[in-house]
């Protein structure tokens, strides 16, 4: 079977992230996505509206189900949403010690809209030790590590816990846009590349699941890391666009160029 990533996400009904960037992302790097919802969501490719919460047992028990029955490689984390949500992830995983884990620590969408309930923060910092690969845009590192300051807030987070940290610059100023990789809390690479223009719905979700991805296929964690930043840059070249005053939405099947 195809390497297969369980994944842990909120439905976007404008299909830009959440569930179904996971399941074309881990189908376009040639594995197989399972998923249990977390949330249903109201949003569109400007903001997002409100969000619902699925029942924790009823995540479980999906996740139950796919693990029991499925060959799990890989797990992917995206929106959680509560600090309740967190714990039932993590408890059901401490059955699974060998299933690397990449979080993507979803606390708002692009647009700004709040996808976490307040406890969820403290709730994430207490498993990072649990964490594989944690993959925060700037402004999720910095709340994730309690400081404005992100020298600090990297450094917060590499003492909580967290032993590999990609952190996303996509927030940050200037015409670069910077990735860094932290280890240890050793920056152990960083990639530069143009800014692409516009804003991208669901670029966060993307890249976390080709990686989650990747790693499922067995790739080492660095070489997956790569091979995802440069699939998810190919996705937002081609990104569609479905309105003057929406956000691109990455074309997670890249096209021929």
């Known amino acids: 079977m195809r390497p297969v990533t369980l994944c842990f996400s909120g439905l976007d009904p404008s299909g830009g992230a959440g ?41 479980r028990a999906q996740a139950e189900r796919v693990l029991a029955d499925l ?21 059901l995983l401490a059955a699974h010690p060998q299933l690397p884990v990449v979080m993507d620590p979803v606390l708002a969408a692009n647009s700004g809209g709040s996808l976490a309930q307040d406890d969820l923060v403290a709730a994430m910092r207490a498993v990072l030790p649990r964490v594989t690969v944690l993959t925060p845009n700037t402004p999720e590192a910095r709340r994730l590590g309690g400081s404005d300051d992100l020298a600090d807030a990297v450094r917060n987070l590499t003492r909580a816990g967290a032993r590999t940290l990609w952190l996303k610059g996509g927030h940050e100023a200037g015409r670069l846009l910077r990735n860094e990789v932290h280890v ?9 590349q143009p800014r692409l223009a516009g804003e991208f719905h669901g670029s966060g979700c993307t890249l976390a699941a080709a ?13 997956a890391m790569r091979a995802s930043e440069a699939y998810l840059r190919k996705a937002l070249e081609q990104a569609d666009r479905p309105r003057d005053s929406g956000q ?10």
């Open 19 to 59: 569930l179904q960037a996971d399941i074309e992302a881990i189908a376009a790097a040639g594995g197989h996505a399972a998923v249990v919802a977390t949330a249903l969501t109201i949003q569109d490719s400007q903001r997002v509206h409100g969000f619902q919460l699925v029942d924790v047992a009823l995540m």
């Open 71 to 91: 060959p799990v490689a890989a797990v992917k984390l995206g929106m959680l949403g509560s600090a309740e949500a967190v714990a039932m992830v993590f408890d």
């Open 184 to 192: 240890d809390g050793v920056l152990a690479e960083y990639s530069e």
């Open 211 to 223: 990686l989650a991805a990747g790693l499922a296929a067995g790739q080492p964690v660095l070489e």
């Open 248 to 257: 691109f939405l990455p074309r997670r099947w890249i096209l021929p160029t």
